[in-house]
Each structure stands twice: as C-alpha cells, then as structure tokens.
C-alpha cells in the first residue's frame, strides 16, 4: 500500500493569487498524478506527474495554470495560479503503489473568494 | 456522452438492506473496473478490483461486470451506518493508467 500526506488539508484563498499543494507520499513511487474533484462531477485527471521530466498535462489543463513539480520519487507539488472562484474544488494527489493498485491522498479543500 | 455514467443519488437506505450501486460505459476497449469508497473529507480508497466480466465477492461486497451490456454493478449485503459514503465507480483500459471515474453515488444507511 501507500500512504499519502497533503498540505494544505484546506484553504481560502482570494481571487488572482496562487496556493502550491504538497502531496508527500510514504514510499517511492514512479508514477504521480493530480486530480480535481468537483461537487457531483467525476474525478478529473489534471497531469501526470513524472519525476526527471515535464509533467503530462490532460486536455483542457496546461502548464501556465497548474505548474508541477516533482523532484523525487515521494514528493510532488501542484500549484494553482492566478486563481478565480471556478478553480474552487477538492485537488486530490494520487499514486500507484508497487502492487498497482492506485492510492489517494486525502485532498486539499480549496475555497476561492 | 460520458465515457462512464453514474447515478449521483442520494441513495437512502434502512440499515441491513441490500444496496445496488450501477454504472454504465460507452469504451468497450475497458477492461479493469474498480469501486472506490470515499467517505466524506476523505480520499477514495479502493473497495473492488475486477478484471473483465464476471463476479468478485469480497465480505458483504460483491462486484458484477456485465461487458456485454457495458454495465457495472456493486451490491452491498446487510447494509452498515458505516456504510454511508460516496460510491465511485472507474474504469481503464490495458496497457495504460488513465482510470476513468464516475461522478459518484452519495450513499446513506440509517440506523
């Protein structure tokens, strides 16, 4: 298994300012990923993120909006910039552990005013 | 049309009932189907892994992949207050790990 850690576990944040999200995982992992969950929407993959390189954006989502980081095999960041009230959601971070089985984080509320 | 379509609910149940939780799916290229619970403030964690068509029974869980009528089902025997939560469904297909989710049924059980 994996355990994942987050911070912030929530935060209000006013319009046109930036949150970077930490996601801490207990084991090292290969593969990465950031999540958005929106009230009664489905679980939406924003980017894969892969140590050593540039992350993987989804279609709709880029680098200028969501930069990420991951310099290690545990640890990721996923920073929401320029924020406006449609950016408010639950960013969920996400790994598959050694048994391929995929794991959650216990996600970052986030508020925008 | 989405990929996966979930009933939202809520879903209202009286404790020990049996609840049945459904998705369907548009991709036949999908071949794992899974079942995350989340509770609330909580992350999804993995309830049920199936791979193809099928039944899995794990304890009061039991998971049914219907590929020929692109249907999923999760049924839950003898019904828990612990047992509310969100129910999502996912699904990929081989070779990659790009899971597709469900929106989630919002499930609760009354004592």
């Known amino acids: 298994s994996a355990v994942i850690s987050q911070k912030p576990s929530r935060d209000i944040c006013q319009r046109g300012t930036s949150l970077t999200i930490q996601c801490q995982v207990d084991?090292?992992?290969?593969?990465m990923f950031w999540y958005r969950q929106q009230p009664g929407q489905s679980l939406t993959l924003i980017a894969t993120?892969?140590?050593?390189?540039?992350?993987?954006?989804e279609s709709g989502f880029v680098i200028d909006k969501f930069p990420i980081s991951r310099p290690n095999l545990t640890f990721s960041t996923l920073t929401v910039s320029n924020m406006s009230p449609e950016d408010s959601s639950i960013y969920l971070c996400?790994?598959?552990?050694?048994?391929?089985?995929?794991?959650f984080g216990p996600g970052t509320r986030l508020t925008v005013t | 049309q989405k990929e996966v379509e979930q009933d939202p609910g809520p879903l209202s149940v009286p404790e020990g009932a049996i609840v049945s939780l459904n998705c369907t799916y548009s991709?036949?290229?999908?071949?794992?189907f899974m079942w995350y619970r989340q509770y609330s403030r909580k992350g999804p964690e993995l309830l049920m892994y199936t791979y193809s068509s099928g039944n899995k029974e794990d304890g009061r869980f039991t998971a049914q992949v219907d590929k020929s009528s692109k249907y999923i089902s999760l049924f839950i025997r003898d019904s828990q207050p612990s047992d509310s939560a969100t129910y999502l469904c996912a699904m990929k297909g081989g070779g990659g790990f790009k899971t597709i989710f469900g929106a989630g049924t919002r499930l609760f059980v009354k004592a």
């Open positions: 084991s090292q992992v290969t593969m």
């Open positions: 996400s790994v598959v552990g050694q048994d391929y089985e995929q794991y």
């Open positions: 991709n036949s290229a999908f071949q794992y």
């Open positions: 993120a892969n140590q050593g390189s540039e992350a993987t954006y």
